[in-house]
């Protein structure tokens, strides 16, 4: 019985193809946290990708999936 566990190296990013999935931030009423998630045009299941927590993370997602941040669309 081992105490102390290796550590593993982190898994790759998953690939999101856009015919599949969309670019959407997910945002809370009541305390304004925006998460940026990518939705499955099938199934509507949102998975999350990162917190955004400034102006520059923002820009940072958008730049990895290929978005605009102003057309970005928010879900409730």
Do not use: N
């Not at 019985?1 to 790759?12: G, Q």
């Not at 958008?62 to 941040?69: E, K, L, M, Q, V």
């Amino acid at each position: 019985m081992a105490l102390f566990k290796k550590r593993t190296a982190p898994e790759a990013a998953p690939s999101w193809p856009p015919e599949e999935y969309e670019p959407v931030l997910r945002c809370s009423i009541c305390t304004g946290e925006q998460v940026a998630c990518m939705r499955e045009r099938s199934t509507g299941r949102l998975h999350e990708v990162m917190l955004i927590r400034s102006p520059s993370d923002l820009e940072a997602f958008c730049s990895s999936c290929g978005a605009d941040a102003k057309t970005l669309r928010k879900v409730y």
